[in-house]
Structure formats: structure tokens, C-alpha cells
């Protein structure tokens, strides 16, 4: 590629990430969106028209093009895979969102397929860059607060998803807790003990669709710490997103967001503030720009991601022993990938 010129981009996927990605890429100063793969085409010409790409229908159609840099999958969970390995054979850099895939046995396969590779590839956990969220883990690795003993995660959605994405997502902890799992190793990355519990407390088609609404996760890191994850499907105060990190000497933690800092005080109560950010695409909006700045530097650089693919691995595997603690009330032991 030359330095010269913008990376050229394909975009897999039109849906609702496929926009926030697409949105991002057009107006990031070193990359140009050239393509947008969606075998529904409407969508993809659509959002094209706003962005100045070409909308296709196949990946056949972005893999023909040589002067392709760079892939950014946000296609439907069951495409990813095979659009990792088509990446990865014809050496074009890949960000794929998360999971992997839903089959922890296909994403071994794939990791198998692609050892030993060089092009650039990035999972998509963008809560690691976070301005927030990244700024307390790096004073935790600075040593601000002694040892880690203790780091509690809450991640509360604002209303449970469609009943038909419930349908098809793998269940909440592939789904939703996934993040927060990743967000653990984060900090912790070497887990060695998960276990979880689930309830069904508001959403009927959630429940019929045998999952929860509902879950607690604790995991062990193998230093002894203890990592608490609480996770729900609904939030009627907006989108519930903390973090607290414990050390030996003292504490750090990360709060909600709200669109501005005022707060009102009056007979009727005090510190009255505005609801906190509706929903993740405004909470972590800045997270996705950064995310796309370190991969765009990544490619240009031909330097490896970070998170990566062996994350998107541990973060599933922690998801399906979750599942497992879940169900059958045992600890899960973590071995070694």
C-alpha cells in the first residue's frame, strides 16, 4: 500500500453496526470506504449513497479488487469465520465484531487455519478503548491503588433486544456478557475458575427462548483475584455501564454517562440529573473512533492488534463456562488454550 493514499475499506454488513463503522471510516482522515458487502443490497446501497462507496453483493466482488487494505466485518455472527479466513488468505487486514463465532469448536478451527499469520487482524471489543474504562486499567498497571484484589462489572442494557435477536444471538452470555468477559481480561488476563447464575425476572420471550434476562458471574484470576460481573437485560434509568477496581491501596472506579453534568436541587430532592445515555452506540461512540484509529494504525504500520484473535478465543471460552456454571450450578475449571 502506499502511504500516500487512504486505505481502502470494505465494509461487510449494513445493519445497524454496519452503520456506526460506515459513519466512522468516512469521516476517518486515513481511510476510505470503497465498498459495502450485504447480500441484502437495498441496505448496502442505501448507506453507500451517504458514504460515497460502492454497494455489492458478495464478498467475491471485495476480495476481486487488488487494491483492497483492509476489511471491517460487522456482517451477522454466522458470516465471520469465513470472512476472517478469506481475509487472512488474501493478506488484507480484518476488524471483525464480535463473537468470533457462536462454536467455540469452528473458532479453534479457524485459529488452526490462519496460525502463524502476519495480516493484522482486530476483534471488536471496543470497550478496552474507552477513554474511561482505559484510562483506570492503565493506572491499575501503573500500580496507583498497590495489588488487584477485587474488580466488579456492571453492564446493564437499557430494554432486552427484539424477540428475534434474542432468537438467534446464543444467549446472554455470548452476547452481552461477552464484553464484560473481555473487559476481565482486560484486566486480569489469565483466568483460571468461572462461575455463574441466571435468573428470568421480567421478560417473558426471553425466558421461552431459554435464556436469561438475567446473570451474575464471578471468575479467579490465577494471582487470587476476584471478578464480579453483573449483567441484565433492561435498565429503566438508561444504559448502566460501571467499573471498580480494589487494590491493596485503594480504590478506582468508572461511572455512568450522562449527556450533560448539570444537576438541580430543589424541595423535591437533590443531585437531580439528566437519564444516563440512552444506549451503546452513544455511550461508547468514542470507543468505536479510537477502536478504528489503533486498527487503521495497525494496518499502516503492519504491526499486531490488540484485542485479538486469541481474545476473541478466551472471551468465548469464558462465555461457554459461564453457560456451563450457569446451567449445571458447578465451578468451571479454565485450562489452557
Known amino acids: 500500500m502506499s502511504a500516500n493514499r487512504p486505505l481502502k475499506v470494505a465494509l461487510f454488513g449494513s445493519g445497524r453496526i454496519g452503520q456506526v463503522h460506515a459513519r466512522n471510516i468516512a469521516d476517518h482522515p486515513d481511510l476510505e470506504l470503497a465498498w459495502i458487502a450485504d447480500p441484502f443490497i437495498k441496505g448496502a446501497q442505501a448507506l453507500a449513497a451517504t458514504t460515497g462507496a460502492q454497494a455489492v453483493e458478495t464478498a467475491d466482488e471485495v476480495f476481486a479488487n487488488p487494491d483492497l487494505d483492509a476489511v471491517i466485518i460487522g456482517s451477522p455472527t454466522s ?34 487455519q490462519i496460525r502463524g499469520t502476519r495480516t493484522p487482524l482486530m476483534l471488536g471489543f471496543n470497550r478496552r478503548f474507552d477513554p474511561n474504562f482505559a484510562s483506570l486499567r492503565a493506572r491499575v498497571e501503573a500500580g496507583e491503588i498497590g495489588r488487584l484484589e477485587q474488580l466488579t462489572i456492571i453492564s446493564r442494557d437499557p430494554a432486552p433486544a427484539p424477540k428475534e435477536y434474542i432468537e438467534t444471538s446464543g444467549g446472554i452470555f455470548r452476547d452481552q456478557s461477552i464484553h464484560d468477559l473481555d473487559m476481565a481480561r482486560f484486566f486480569v488476563p489469565d483466568i483460571i475458575e468461572v ?25 479467579r484470576g490465577r494471582g487470587g483475584e476476584l471478578i464480579t460481573i453483573i449483567n441484565s437485560r433492561h435498565s429503566a434509568y438508561g444504559h448502566d455501564q460501571r467499573l471498580e477496581a480494589f487494590g491493596s491501596d485503594g480504590l478506582l472506579t468508572a461511572g455512568n454517562m450522562a449527556p450533560t453534568t448539570v444537576r438541580k436541587y430543589s424541595a423535591a430532592g437533590t443531585e437531580e440529573s439528566d437519564a444516563y445515555l440512552p444506549f451503546f452506540l452513544e455511550r461508547y461512540g468514542q470507543a468505536y473512533r479510537n477502536e478504528l484509529d489503533s486498527f487503521a494504525r495497525s494496518v499502516r504500520e503492519g504491526t499486531s492488534c490488540s484485542p485479538g484473535f486469541d481474545d476473541g478465543v478466551m472471551a468465548l471460552v469464558l462465555a461457554d463456562a459461564a453457560e456451563e456454571s450457569a446451567r449445571s450450578g458447578r465451578v468451571v475449571k479454565i485450562g489452557e488454550e
Open 195 to 219: 462461575s455463574a447464575t441466571g435468573a428470568n425476572v421480567f421478560c417473558d420471550y426471553i425466558e421461552q427462548a431459554g435464556d436469561f434476562d438475567s446473570v451474575v458471574i464471578n471468575l
Open 79 to 112: 458470516t465471520h469465520v469465513d470472512l476472517i479466513s478469506r481475509a487472512v488468505a488474501a493478506g488484507v487486514a480484518a476488524l471483525c465484531e464480535k463473537p468470533i463465532d457462536l462454536d467455540i469448536d469452528r473458532v479453534r478451527a479457524c485459529r488452526d
